[in-house]
Nanobody, 119 residues
């Protein structure tokens, strides 16, 4: 079992920055691939960024060059640095941990943290 707790959300003006954190507990953090998803009202949850257990990263085109995902295995934490925030970035941001098992994927979600972008 893995427990994920997000923090760092809040209200920010367009063009501003936030850093989201996701602290993991309960298992060996380093073996999990970690992702950030977001869901805006009336929209489907979408993948924002992903970092694999070996450190490879992926960023969605909509955030490429503005957001950066990173992880600190010593602190069992994954981060999402968000710069140059736009109105469209407003959403609930969720942290996800996953790994592949022989029986299928093992997936855990956090409870989400709200990001509001408004002038």
């Amino acid at each position: 079992q893995v427990q994920l707790v997000e923090s760092g959300g809040g209200l920010v003006q367009p063009g501003g920055s936030l850093r989201l954190s996701c602290a993991a507990s309960g298992s060996i953090f380093s073996i999990y691939h970690m992702s950030w998803y977001r869901q805006a009202p009336g929209k489907q949850r979408e993948l924002v960024a992903r970092i694999t257990s070996d450190g490879s990263t992926y960023h969605a085109d909509s955030v490429k060059g503005r957001f950066t995902i990173s992880r600190d295995n010593a602190k069992n934490t994954v981060y999402l640095q968000m710069n140059s925030l736009k109105l469209d970035d407003a959403a609930v941001y969720y942290c996800r941990a996953d790994r592949a098992l022989g029986t299928g994927p093992e997936v855990y979600w956090g409870q989400g943290t709200q990001v509001t972008v408004s002038s």
